[in-house]
């Protein structure tokens, strides 16, 4: 039985069926032989048609139009996908093991790279798909100059590189076909006349052929390098080994360091040095040359400052700051000497004088003022030679270097405050690290050396006042340079520092009856700028906003509709700015101050007073002294007889 609802979703159902059946139906016999036709790769590539199809060597999925034997076919959207991405996918026809990817040795190329490195996967003019015909795809990654020499190996120069190298893999050392001297004899007949008489008749096919000779170019003939042992060139190998039909033929005939002697004078290798290089001494000559032929000078095993690293590898370690001896010309024998030198360390000469043969404008003297180390050419007890990490080629952070000697510096400088310069260690900020003219080696003098820094601070205020120390350029009476344990590197707290020479202000503070905070608090500068101001006695601000930045009550006051006018003008009209003998720092007995503005002998003022004699009023009793609601300044707070004027209620007021 149908649910109800069920039945018209049915029929809905069965009609949309109907109706696609329909339009199908129609469809199909209003485009009778209508169909789609799939379109070759090429239809759409035509400029990879025009680039490749042309060439000598296609891959066999290009020739044969078989795309997607390496691409999915991708539609619309235009982008390159493959089957598999890297050497993975051309392994999945190349076998590994076909290209002996088994093997010990696989060219980095294809270890590290892409086989598409060196093969287009699509065609080349070139065998097996390489970029480049022979020797020239191995220089896309080999730098060609060693292989292009005046004189090059024939095989290469006619076979290219694939005549003694394998291209994918080898169980050989450098991807060699064959190892050692194995290789060289397949092509060199080692029991030939010419062979034997041009190595001397020594059994040499079984030693090593690159002892001697370049495997690829070299620039003598015979593809030797470029410095050739003396009994190498000549033939004369019995002058250092055994006979050739010895049982031991390439023996040598005596100790490294006896046998070198034979022929090199001791004498004029020291070139009068009594320091010797351990090396020399010990007659180990083969840690350092090499018996036969090398690509470098004076037959060295290894080039310039690397053969000196090979022992002294601290002294070669990479640094920031490099001694540029080290980086140019002669290297290390722009200092030392080989065999033997007469100063320390194998120098050239007294490490005083060395530094100034490159160095000589720093070493000139003429400054009245010397740095002792420097004086007595102690370069290395601040610089390291080598070469640091640290700027100047300095031993280590420039205070670090400095603090070895002047270690009171470093217990002094340990400081609430510290200087800038000090903090970060620079102290050539301030100080000549050689000589100056000034004493201290200070680069200048008093405040024009502040001014390097603080040029807008030391600027003199031409149309203010300025502090007499500052104005001056005396810095130091106020501040220490270096640190110090009060704000702004003061060298005492303000109290004892200002006092100093405002004596007459301690004296004052010292005898009074009440004191401003600030100033028996010895917090001058809350009122005062110290070293220079647009205004009168360096105030930050001119009274009353100077005394209502703290005074917050008075300032309240004095925005009521009746204001004292000297309140207003100045509080220092009737108060003592730094200490008094009146209480609330009043310069006199309130009613003296207040006779000042008023005449207390008139009779307005008499009458206004009941006749009271002025000498026993207190002013304050009765009146605001800063400002008030009622024009008299009278106080708020009244007793209702004063407020109605009946003072005779409560006093007894004497009559004439």
């Not at 789609?36 to 400029?47: A, I, Q, S, V, Y």
């Not at 060693?146 to 004189?151: D, L, V």
Request: glycine share 8%.
């Amino acid at each position: 039985m149908d649910r109800p609802g069920q039945r018209p979703a049915v029929w809905a159902f069965v009609a949309g069926v109907c109706a696609i059946v329909l339009f199908i139906a129609v469809d199909d016999a209003s485009g009778q032989g209508r169909r789609f036709t799939r379109k070759d790769c090429l239809d759409c590539h035509t400029e990879f048609a025009d680039r490749y199809l042309a060439l000598k060597n296609l891959h066999p999925g290009v020739a044969g139009g078989g795309c997607d034997s390496c691409h999915l076919r991708h539609g619309l959207v235009p982008k390159l996908l493959l089957k598999e991405s890297g050497n993975g996918l051309c392994y999945s026809c190349h076998a590994r093991e076909s290209l002996g990817l088994d093997k010990p040795e696989i060219h980095s190329a294809i270890r590290t790279g892409k086989c598409a490195d060196c093969h287009d996967p699509h065609g080349a003019p070139a065998s097996y798909l390489l970029k480049a015909e022979g020797a020239e795809a191995c220089y896309e990654c080999h730098d060609r100059k060693p292989y292009e020499q005046a004189n090059v190996h024939e095989v290469l120069r006619r076979d290219g590189c694939r005549a003694c190298h394998l291209s994918h893999s080898s169980d050989h050392a450098n991807l060699l076909t064959k190892s050692g001297a194995g290789l060289c004899l397949s092509c060199h007949d080692g029991g030939g006349s010419s062979f034997e008489k041009a190595h001397a008749g020594y059994p040499v096919e079984k030693a090593d052929c690159l002892r001697c000779h370049d495997p690829h170019s070299a620039p003598l003939p015979a593809l030797l390098g470029s410095s050739v042992h003396a009994p190498v060139a000549e033939r004369g190998c019995e002058s250092c080994h055994a006979a050739p039909d010895a049982e031991a033929p390439f023996a040598v005939i005596a100790g490294d360091g006896e046998l070198c002697l034979a022929c090199h004078d001791e004498a004029g290798l020291k070139a009068g040095g009594e320091v010797v290089h351990a090396p020399f001494a010990a007659g180990m000559c083969l840690s350092c040359h090499d018996p036969h032929v090398a690509d470098r000078q004076k037959l060295l095993a290894r080039s310039g400052n690397d053969l000196c690293r090979d022992c002294h590898a601290e002294q070669g370690r990479e640094v920031a700051f490099p001694h540029a001896a080290l980086a140019d010309g002669d290297g290390c024998l722009s200092c030392h000497a080989a065999h033997a030198a007469p100063a320390s360390r194998l120098l050239l000469s007294d490490p005083a004088e060395l530094c100034i043969t490159c160095h000589g404008e720093a070493g000139a003297g003429r400054a009245q003022v010397t740095h002792a180390p420097f004086a007595e050419k102690m370069c290395s007890s601040c610089h390291n030679p080598h070469g640091s990490d640290s700027a100047g080629m300095l031993n280590a952070r420039t205070d670090q270097v400095c603090y070895e000697c002047h270690g009171d510096a470093a217990a002094a400088h340990q400081a609430t405050n510290v200087h800038r310069p000090v903090l970060i260690g620079n102290c050539v900020a301030c100080h000549q690290p050689h000589e100056a003219a000034l004493e201290g080696l200070l680069k200048k003098e008093g405040a024009a050396l502040c001014a390097d820094c603080h040029a807008d601070l030391t600027r003199v205020e031409a149309a203010g006042a300025n502090h007499a120390p500052f104005e001056s350029g005396e810095c130091l009476t106020c501040h220490d340079p270096h640190a110090a344990d009060f704000a702004g590197m003061i060298v005492k707290s303000q109290g004892e520092l200002c006092l100093d020479c405002h004596s007459d202000v301690g004296d004052a503070i010292a005898t009074a009856t009440t004191r401003h905070d600030p100033a028996s608090g010895g917090e001058c500068t809350a009122c005062h700028n110290p070293h220079k101001g647009k205004l009168n006695r360096l105030l930050l601000a001119d009274p009353p906003d100077l005394c209502t930045g703290c005074h917050q009550a008075t300032a309240a006051e004095l925005a009521m509709d009746n204001v004292h006018p000297p309140a207003a003008e100045n509080c220092l009209g009737c108060h003592a700015p730094h200490a008094a003998a009146e209480a609330a720092l009043l310069t006199q007995r309130a009613a003296t101050l207040c006779a000042d503005c008023h005449d207390l002998e008139d009779e307005a003022f008499s009458g206004a007073h009941l006749g009271i004699d002025p000498a026993v009023m207190d002013c304050m009793r009765c009146h605001a002294p800063h400002a008030s609601q009622d024009p008299r300044l009278i106080r708020a707070n009244q007793h209702a007889p004063f407020a109605a004027g009946s003072c005779s209620d409560c006093h007894l007021v004497a009559q004439e």
